[in-house]
């Protein structure tokens, strides 16, 4: 079982999702998300062996949320999915609703995106790149929150990069104190007393550094720019019916469903 030389793999392959445009789809993917360039082409690659997946896995698939975003996005382009990719490419629609929401649901999410990761590395030879299919833990984590944010108009800052700059703000207070302290009982300067003052100095350039490169990995949106709006229980979930290989007409077995549980995406709050 191998998709290498899978006819639907083959056409998805050559698919193009970008077009001569001012805003590609890459692009658009990658602004919306707060993504770089890179981590979005990638993104997009690995959407492609989802798509292949719904159809060819033969059981109900479900997608990470960094692919789930990329599908999102495609579904606005109507004439390119409808047309170009679920009439032209897969033959018969594919589409994303909303699920019933409930812990049934939720169980049943969580084992559909082990099996699709198990079926990932069946049909492609490897295991799914992990940031972008991390672990159910991190995929299905609680009490996700996610908003449309206008970048334009608000700063976004990491919690745990917000945490690093307050605590290299008060170890530069503390530093800064501690040196006005010094100076005013300094009679004379000699490296004796200033080595603990550019020890000071070492330690508060560190905290400075670490705070900077704190927030996650590049190409890493942390679901801050763009996603569903929900209750704060459990983030969404999408699969894509088995049963999309075997219904020639694609009238049933094809419907994915959609956000589920509270806010399109997943990662911790």
Not at 198 to 215: E, K, N, Q, T
Not at 216 to 227: L, V
């Amino acid at each position: 079982m191998n998709a290498t030389n899978d006819p639907l793999w083959l056409k998805l392959q050559v698919f193009t999702f970008d077009h001569e445009d001012a805003l590609t789809f890459t692009q658009r993917l990658a602004r919306e998300n707060n993504w770089s360039a890179e981590f979005a082409q990638r993104v997009v690659d690995e959407y492609r062996r989802f798509l292949f997946l719904a159809l060819r896995a033969g059981h109900p698939v479900t997608p990470s949320d960094e692919v789930d975003q990329a599908w999102h996005l495609h579904l606005v382009y109507t004439r390119s999915y409808w047309q170009e990719l679920c009439q032209d490419i897969l033959g018969r629609p594919l589409h994303h609703g909303p699920t019933r929401g409930g812990t049934a649901e939720d169980d049943r999410f969580e084992r559909q995106y082990a099996e699709t990761k198990v079926s990932y590395a069946r049909w492609f030879g490897r295991e799914p790149p992990a940031d972008i299919w991390p672990p159910s833990k991190v995929r299905f984590a609680p009490q996700v929150r996610f908003a449309r944010v206008n970048v334009a108009a608000y700063w976004m800052l990491p919690k745990p990069r917000v945490r690093r700059l307050a605590a290299a703000c008060f170890l530069a207070l503390l530093s800064l104190t501690t040196l006005a302290a010094c100076a005013t009982k300094l009679e004379h300067i000699s490296f004796g007393n200033v080595l603990p003052l550019l020890f000071l100095l070492l330690v508060i350039g560190l905290a400075i550094r670490a705070a900077r490169r704190g927030g996650g990995k590049s190409g890493d949106g942390g679901g801050c720019s763009t996603g569903c709006g929900g209750d704060s229980n459990h983030s969404s979930h999408h699969d894509s019916s088995s049963g999309c290989s075997s219904h020639s007409d694609g009238s049933s077995g094809c419907s994915s469903s959609g956000c589920g549980g509270g806010g399109c995406g997943g990662g911790g709050d």
